[in-house]
């Protein structure tokens, strides 16, 4: 194997680790971030608008948003688009 096709193989696996730890961290943030309002057969749903009882701070739920939604991973509520529901990474 050539000394590039070997850098290849390793900065896809560190790309795809460092989607797993993005991805887990920023479900974390909204999991433990954002009010939880429902839940239905498809999950739960999580109001993303910073409040008094917020406890992380804003920019955090913000970067978290924008990434999910950035990956196709974030389903918002039609009538209200700051209620959110993270969707599972397709396997």
Not at 55 to 70: G, N
Request: glycine letters at 2%.
């Amino acid at each position: 194997m050539s000394p590039l096709a070997d850098f290849t193989v390793v900065h896809s696996a560190t790309d795809v680790l460092a989607h797993e730890l993005a991805y887990s961290c920023a479900r974390s943030d909204v999991e433990c971030c954002c009010t939880h309002v429902r839940s239905d057969d498809a999950g739960h749903w999580y109001d993303t608008t910073p409040n008094a009882e917020t406890v992380c701070e804003p920019h955090v739920i913000e970067r978290a948003v924008r990434y999910l939604d950035s990956r196709g991973l974030l389903r918002r509520d039609p009538s209200s688009p700051h209620i959110v529901q993270v969707r599972d990474v397709p396997a």
